[in-house]
């Protein structure tokens, strides 16, 4: 298996160089992951630790709110 970041050049995906010989007649699975400029997009899917932090139960989350 070979792996490895390329950009999208006019709707192609360009095969680094040194890649070319080796891909012949293969079976290409391509993943696509879109880059995220915003930030809470970046969060969501590597969210930051914080120590001692913890989730809150559902009746702790309403009485934060509640008054």
């Known amino acids: 298996m070979i792996r490895f970041t390329a950009k999208v050049e006019q709707?192609?995906?360009?095969?680094p160089e040194e890649?070319?010989?080796r891909v012949g007649e293969?079976?290409?699975?391509?993943?696509i992951q879109p880059k995220s400029s915003r930030l809470l997009?970046?969060?969501a899917?590597?969210?930051l630790a914080a120590?001692?932090?913890r989730e809150l139960s559902?009746?702790?989350?309403?009485e934060r709110f509640d008054g």
């Open 11 to 15: 709707g192609k995906i360009v095969i």
């Open 26 to 31: 293969d079976v290409i699975k391509v993943t």
């Open 19 to 21: 890649y070319l010989g």
């Open 51 to 53: 120590p001692g932090w």
């Open 41 to 43: 997009d970046r969060l």
């Open 45 to 47: 899917e590597q969210p």
């Open 58 to 62: 559902r009746d702790e989350t309403h």
